[in-house]
């Protein structure tokens, strides 16, 4: 069962890729990417990033950059044109991200090139950016694609849960920004005692998948489990987490490093456990908060839904 898991996802993360590299010029159907594996876009990209190193968007912008880059050393084909088949508006965009990737701006590196290697150096322009999947660009298509190996260990326990009651309140935008929520939430929970219910775990619902909704458009929910029979107060909206099997595993560390705990227990723990993902809600359940930890105390479940 382990095998024929870790083969579904590995099947659907190949498939992938060999989109990616054979489609260059087209603009990325996330969504359509994630319903060809069978899962939603928002799980979907988790278990891509954490069994190949990045994103399916992030991908084919590192490949884009590569293909521009290789032009620059193989013809004269004007920047400008460059830029726009690396699926950038403007010649400023693609400069700086050319920067970024390659420490130089595409004329320097195509000057430096059209030089030759330095004296004593016998290791011409390096045109591929560093990826540990092993896919770059290639005229030829010839690459092998690794995936992470990952931790030999990641404590993760699967729990039948119950069903959830919790009181929230709604936020729209960059997911860096929930605690503004939290923030209205602690204003109104606290006054009508629901902080101190023995049930009063605090947590995070994300709807949205980064990869295919703006920043400005994402939803999420901070709230509060509280039990039934509580009335809720004016300002705060009740959600149900339906009851059901999840995998927990728990996050020793700062908030920002959350992303990367995702990853790894969905594209490295998920694929090797014999489960798939159910229907339902990710969600983060935090046992502390920075108001009475460190940064590096701070400790946060995480719960996917298991099928």
Not at 8 to 13: D, N, P, S, T
Not at 197 to 209: C, F, G, P, R, V
Request: proline share 6%.
């Amino acid at each position: 069962m382990k095998t024929e898991t870790r083969s579904f996802y590995e099947a659907a993360v190949e498939r992938t890729v060999a989109h990616i590299t054979e489609t260059l010029d087209q603009a990325l159907d996330l969504g359509a990417l994630a319903r060809a594996a069978a899962l939603s876009p928002f799980h979907f990209h988790r278990v891509f990033r954490g069994m190949v190193g990045e994103t399916p968007l992030e991908m084919h912008r590192r490949l884009r950059l590569e293909r521009a880059a290789w032009q620059l050393l193989q013809g004269d084909a004007a920047i400008t044109t460059l830029a726009f088949d690396a699926g950038y508006e403007t010649h400023e965009a693609f400069t700086r991200a050319f920067r970024q990737a390659y420490g130089t701006s595409p004329s320097v590196f195509r000057q430096a090139a059209a030089g030759g290697p330095a004296p004593g150096c016998a290791r011409p322009q390096q045109t591929e950016l560093a990826a540990p999947s092993g896919i770059h660009f290639s005229e030829e298509r010839t690459n092998s694609l690794h995936f992470l190996a990952g931790e030999a260990i990641m404590n993760v326990t699967i729990e039948d849960m119950p069903e959830r009651r919790v009181a929230t309140v709604h936020h729209v935008g960059p997911y860096s920004r929930i605690s503004e929520a939290f923030q209205r939430l602690g204003a109104i929970a606290g006054p009508a005692g629901l902080l101190e219910l023995a049930e009063a775990a605090m947590l995070a619902i994300y709807h949205d998948d980064p990869e295919t909704t703006a920043a400005a458009e994402l939803q999420s929910d901070a709230g509060i489990v509280v039990p039934k029979g509580v009335a809720l107060p004016e300002g705060l909206v009740e959600k149900r987490l339906p009851a059901g099997r999840y995998a927990r595993t728990t996050h020793l560390g700062p908030y920002s490093q959350l992303g990367d705990a995702w990853s790894r227990l969905m594209g490295q723990w998920l694929p090797r456990s014999g489960e798939r993902v159910g229907e339902g809600s990710s969600y983060e359940v935090y046992r502390n908060t920075p108001m009475n930890a460190a940064p590096d105390e701070l400790r946060t479940d995480l719960y996917l839904p298991l099928a």
